[in-house]
């Protein structure tokens, strides 16, 4: 039997000013060809390791026990012989790239570094490694700023770069990021494909249960640093893996639990009448018309690029349609001016997936109380009641009012976004990608806290997502977009079942594609 490539000895990774360890005693071996996926939520130590393993742990994280790779390298503290094994690094495509500068002249940088290539070698071989990938990206696609660039195809751009490298050892520390499942999906079979060809050993990083499944290799359960079971997928998808591991996979948002009928009642909130947006040619064929209902919920459903986004800041008033009306809460925007257009905007909110979603210079305090603020004059009395009502509701009731919400959390942000969207009692909620970048448990949690806030205030939800999987947990109807148009309409559940068209079909398979 030949030796394991990749042999971890009871490594703890602890950081400064903290008692517990990040990773405690942690062992594991790796033979070249093999994968083992690292399923975890956030600070279960597996980003960590992912950082430790790379060569790269962060300045205030201390390092014990030993990581072997071959014969060649080994750490115990010291990570300066262990950066001669060929490691290749496949990161998240969020905050991968400095934003202002050429993605491909980043990613060609990398190669010629690893490979000790020219510049002109090194874009031969990263064009050839893309190629091979069989992506429709090219290098023309990612020869702009890295801000400018899609996740989506940033992501087969960072793909390319790590297997261009003929590594020993690929790290994809949250590879899919948070590109739609159809993307994910696509991305890991061709990494495994390449791991193939190259018979490198990969490890891999992630809090998705779906990316998770699409490998389907052994899996090693972490939870606050510390190993909780480990197996293949089918041992810990069953009833007998342990409570924790049950918990992850159930979270897991599945396409086929659409609900039923909507449960909208009243006058329409929101009607749009033969809106065509900017940016897509003129063709009153393709207009777009529907109307959501006080507590309904409908789900704009679509691969980027295809028209929902655009629809969507039309709706909020940042741009003006081609041709076509609006009439939100009985008043036709278009006729209004931007100072009653501001006003009516007061009663929307908007929850996204998106770090810059909140101003990071408010304090939790100030950010829920702020849309109580614009509407009502209130005493100071009633205005701490209202806040501290929202926070409570949201789980978040101990969190200390004064602290800035840059120093929060993604999952404390989001649930903040809740509590303000609660006080500002809206009549319309727009969930965009709501909970993008969260792991399986901070997910479910969510989910719950939109649905109890549904039905407890009656919003009408607008819900814009890529994902079939988090349509059918927030929404019962759905509009599919494609190419800047609506190509299919329904009843998710009918939707999810049936799918006519070509783009729904994509969609919905990828949803599907994770599960069992």
Known sequence: MSEPLVTLSDVSIRR?????????NFSLTLAAGETVVLLGETRSGADALARALSGVPSASEAIA????????SSLAGDIAPYKAARIAYWPAPEHALAPNASALAQLVRVVARKLSFSQAEARAEFAASLERLRSRVTIQDLARPAALVSPDVLSWGLLACAVAQSPELLIADHPAGNVAPSVAGALVAACLEAQKRQHFALVCVTPRVDVTRRIDARTIILRSGRMIEEGSIAQLAGEHAHTYTRALFHTQLS?????????????PVLQVFNLLTKGKKA????????????????????DEGSGRRALMRVLLGFERPAEGRIVFDS??????SSTMLSRLRRRMAVIAGEDGALDPRLT?????????RARLHLTRELLNNYRDAALKRVGLAELDGSRLVAQLGPFDKRRLQVARAIVGAPLLVILDEPWRGLDALARNAMRQ???????AEGPAFLVVTNDFAVASALAEEALMFDDGKIVERGLLADLVKNPKEAATQRLVTAAKGGLS
């Not at 396409?255 to 006058?267: I, K, L, S």
């Not at 063709?283 to 679509?302: K, W």
């Not at 939790?364 to 109580?372: A, F, G, N, Q």
């Open 364 to 372: 939790v305090h100030d950010t829920v109380e702020e849309p109580l």
């Open 255 to 267: 396409p086929d639990a659409a609900p039923g009928r909507p449960v909208g009642r009243g006058e």
């Open 16 to 24: 400064a000013g903290r008692n517990s360890p990040i990773l405690d």
């Open 449 to 455: 806290l939109l649905v109890d806030f549904r039905k």
């Open 331 to 336: 008043v036709d925007v278009g006729i209004l």
């Open 65 to 72: 026990g030993s990581i072997r790779i071959g014969n060649r």
């Open 283 to 302: 063709d009153r064929r393709d207009a777009l018309t529907f109307a959501l209902r006080r507590g309904a919920s409908l789900a704009l459903v679509g």
